[in-house]
């Protein structure tokens, strides 16, 4: 599917909110999951946004580009919507929220300048990150060039191969982190100051109860729909979380009889995810 790409295609899914002011960091740390405090200007890590009970509202990137300064890459678009959900905690902070107009483009290929968790910042206030590994590279770009092509699909396999989730509005609030394998990509942390939905996270981490976790699957045909059961010899054993088909990712009990696994009647494998993404 990628043969047919240009070498930098658009990606007009992928949303970016800025969160500018002397509070951004704090305001920042109060509501996502990971520790911004570990980000140096120039670097980002995964992150997640969490309701009370611990379950996902979103899964983004977080940029620190400069003191005051943070970039939310939100993956599954939302941008607008992910601010204004954000707007009702900023109460007397220091913090302005606003939906950044440069275009995200992409690249199967490995980065020229950024490398792991260190972004490449230009003068002209494009950006490039590494968003791959070794054994899928990968570049996103973000900038006010615009890219031919969209390149969603071919983009949207490779994250879920490399264990990104990508969740459709539908499946927001239904996993918790664990669930959805953010501790492979390091996208939360468990020992800093309180966030939303912290102590389930902290809780399930220290406590070891964690029962289910994610599994990349193959072979997913066109219109199955996340939320789709995962049937191993004609039991439910699980669901599907995010597709884009021929893969999926499905969360699966971590303790579990090897049956052949069905989805809509068809059969699929499971194949292992591939590791490198972590940040």
Known sequence: MTDNLPPRFSLPEIGLLRLQGPDAEVFAQSQLANDVTLLAPGQWQWSCWLNAKGRVLAVLALLRIGEGDLLAILPDGGAAEFGQALQRFVFRRKVTLRVDDRQASGSFASASL??????????????????????????????????????????????????????????????????????????????????????????THFLGKAKRATVLL??????????????????????????????????????????PLSVDGQAVSQLPLLDGLQR
């Open 114 to 203: 950024a490398s792991g968790n260190t972004a490449a910042i230009a003068a002209d206030g494009s950006i490039e990150l590494d968003w791959g590994s070794a054994g899928l590279p990968r570049v996103l770009r973000i900038s006010r060039d615009p890219a031919a092509g969209d390149g969603s699909a071919p983009w949207r396999q490779a994250d879920l191969r490399q264990g990104l989730p990508r969740l459709a509005a539908d499946q927001r609030e239904s996993w918790t982190a664990q669930q959805l394998g953010l501790d492979r990509l390091n996208g939360y942390s468990v020992r800093k100051g309180c966030y939303p939905g912290q102590e389930i996270v902290a809780r």
């Open 218 to 259: 193959h072979g997913i045909d066109e219109g199955v729909a996340a939320g789709s059961a995962v049937l191993a010899a004609e039991a439910s054993i699980g669901q599907i979380a995010c597709v884009a088909a021929p893969y999926a990712l499905a969360v699966l009990p971590l303790e579990r009889e090897d049956l």
